[in-house]
């Protein structure tokens, strides 16, 4: 059974950064596109980037410049480096293949706040 593990979380000032991590087990990571998702309080789950296997990366036009995703596929894990970081960007971050075919792991939470 596959189990996605998240992390980096945590409270940060508006301008601030973080970077998270996630990683896989249970599955070679390595075969699929992966993602990173997010859920806004009270809003849907929505995609913010994607990378291949082999290191092409698509982000959602909001995100494109102050998130960067990469991937480790020896760790089986991938990142989200996330900087200017705006409350708006306040969610639970999730990371999955795209398009999504394992359960969501427990997503870690960002709170962007003064």
């Known amino acids: 059974q596959v189990q996605l593990v998240e992390s980096g979380g945590g409270l940060v000032q508006p301008g601030g950064s973080l970077r998270l991590s996630c990683t896989v087990s249970?599955?070679?990571?390595?075969?699929?596109?992966m993602a990173w998702y997010r859920q806004a309080p009270g809003e849907e789950r929505e995609l913010v980037a994607a990378?291949?296997?082999?290191?092409?990366?698509n982000y959602v036009d909001s995100m494109k410049e102050r998130f960067t995703i990469s991937r480790d596929n020896a760790k089986n894990t991938i990142y989200l480096q996330m900087s200017n970081l705006k409350p708006e960007d306040t969610a639970v971050y999730y990371c999955?293949?795209?398009?999504?075919?394992?359960?969501w792991g427990q997503g870690t939470r960002v709170t962007v706040s003064s």
């Open positions: 990378i291949q296997s082999g290191g092409g990366t």
């Open positions: 249970g599955d070679i990571m390595g075969i699929y596109v």
């Open positions: 999955n293949t795209f398009p999504r075919i394992w359960n």
